[in-house]
């Protein structure tokens, strides 16, 4: 297939006007799209828009078409044995650049990718797995392979792409250390965004029902860490230096106490506050369950810190975790959170032995691990926390409970 190109013409500036280019027999046509963008939302390495760009999915599919386009005249002066002058290449691609949308029945694998992802970014919270991660995943193996992407290519276990998806992933995608092959977790959370994609086609009837056992979704068991009682009072007493800092900190200690996810706690609102407890509808099940409310008494701690702010609980700065996780990870190093912890991941194919020291470990999400694991080892029932986490299976609850050999050891002694 002919080799196109898009490129930004001024890279330099602000914004800029995306080109395409196409070499031929010592030649090179190079046409106008006439979509002009910012250009920090072009990603070089893909030759797409950023998917963060509002305009992102109808200006990739505008150029998809115009790819599609010129193909077909390249294709046509290929089979009459005519190598055309750039000139009237550019010339009939131009008039032909404005052909009207494919109808659904000649929409390709991508065009229904693109909607799905579309889809995602209005109904979940985060949809950058989809967006970014499972988008540059799909087209790295689809080069690997040689060959378009189709649903015939990808349901079909002699197309040779189930392993060349389960090769690349464990041996050549970049981890986010830069190093080639992903966690087993991780390999299993790409296995499972690809199945909520083919699940979202097969409801939609946009191809037929494929067996997709051959992307299970698997997980390690890594020991995720969670504060002892210990750890959160000099967390609590850690001197702050800012107001982002302390805001940081309190929310943070709201999640240790009440078991919720950043989503959650990063919105408290007055209104959520009755009498001594807290009324939260968990965003991550919002919509899907009639009924899922959770009330949580207020501890002595969450109280000080409603105190604190009048019950106005601080806004975090930005909606991602990331900043979030930064400055807490800054105050639980001050705070001398720097026990040793080793973990062994199976990465590229090979254990791999990781030391870090505790801060390192620790993120928003470690405050609803602390909750449940502290309230277990206090001797509260599984399924009394689990009311109070949400979770609905003992199968997921149990994963949050870090029972570390020491204090396991110190709970159950009376019992030997």
Known sequence: MAKINFFLKEPQKDSTIIYMSYNYSYQRIKVSTGIKIPTQQWITNSQRVNYDFHQATEINRKLDKMRQVLESLILKYKEQGIIPTGKKLKEEFVNMKGVPAKSRSKMTFWDHFFDFVEYKIQEVKSPDGYRYCLWRYLLAVEKKMGVKLTF???????????????????????????????????????????????????????????????????????????????????????????????????????????????????????????????????????????????????????????????????????????EFNKVLRKLCQRAGLDDLIVNYKM?????????????????????????????????MPAQAIMKFSGHTTERNFLRYLRLDAVVTAEKYKDFF
């Open 152 to 322: 015939s290519v990808v349901g079909d276990i002699n197309s040779g792409f189930a392993e060349a998806w389960s090769e690349y992933l464990t041996y050549e995608a970049s981890n986010n250390r830069g190093e080639e092959g992903l966690s087993v977790s991780t390999i299993g959370k790409q296995n499972k965004n690809l199945k909520v994609f083919l699940n979202w086609c097969f409801d939609r009837n946009i191809t037929e029902r494929f067996s997709l056992k051959a992307y299970p979704t698997m997980m390690e068991d890594t020991d995720k860490v969670y504060l002892t009682e210990d750890e959160l009072n000099r967390l609590e007493a850690v001197k702050v230096e800012t107001d982002e800092e302390r805001n940081v900190l309190d929310l943070f200690l709201i999640a240790c106490e009440t078991g919720l996810r950043f989503s959650d706690f990063k919105c408290i609102d007055p209104e959520d506050i009755v009498g001594g407890t807290l009324h939260v509808r968990p965003m991550k099940t919002r919509g899907k369950r009639m009924n899922n409310k959770i009330i949580i008494p207020i501890s002595d701690r969450v109280q000080v810190i409603l105190n604190r702010y009048n019950h106005q609980l601080p806004q975090v700065r930005s909606n991602c975790s990331t």
């Open 347 to 379: 990465i590229a194919g090979k254990e791999r032995k990781q030391v870090k020291k505790k801060f390192e470990e620790i993120s928003s999400h470690t405050g609803r691990r602390t909750f449940c694991t502290l309230k277990f080892l206090k001797g």
